[in-house]
């Protein structure tokens, strides 16, 4: 098992930054991959970025966020960071990190709390 545990969310004007930070305890040999996911009112959660965690470190975007967001990680104090500037309305959600860890062949899925970031103009 393991746990996800997010922190950073909160209310940010319209062209703010807001930092989210997810820590991981627990079983995390195997995680391979950790990201970011967003879930605003009366949609879908969607990917928002995501992070190998390998040696290259390979990062992935959704469209809307490239060149606002940057996922990084700290491998040493397994946390991986959700840096968000130039923030808009639409950003508005609560942001879930999540994990996909590879133990006996097969691969699990686990997910945080969530943290609410809400951005008004």
């Known amino acids: 098992q393991v746990q996800l545990v997010e922190s950073g969310g909160g209310l940010v004007q319209f062209g703010g930054s807001l930092r989210l930070s997810c820590a991981a305890s627990?079983?995390?040999?195997?995680?391979?991959?950790m990201g970011w996911f967003r879930q605003a009112p009366g949609s879908q959660r969607e990917q928002v970025a995501t992070?190998?965690?390998?040696?290259?470190?390979?990062?992935t975007y959704q469209d809307s966020v490239k060149g606002r967001f940057i996922i990084d990680r700290d491998n040493a104090k397994n946390m991986v960071y959700l840096q968000m500037n130039n923030l808009k309305p639409e950003d508005t959600a609560v942001y879930y990190c999540?994990?996909?860890?590879?133990?006996?062949?097969?691969?699990?899925?686990?997910w945080g709390q969530g943290t609410e970031v809400t951005v008004y103009s």
């Open positions: 999540n994990a996909n860890a590879l133990s006996g062949g097969r691969v699990y899925d686990y």
């Open positions: 627990g079983n995390i040999v195997g995680i391979y991959r």
């Open positions: 992070i190998l965690n390998d040696v290259d470190g390979l990062t």
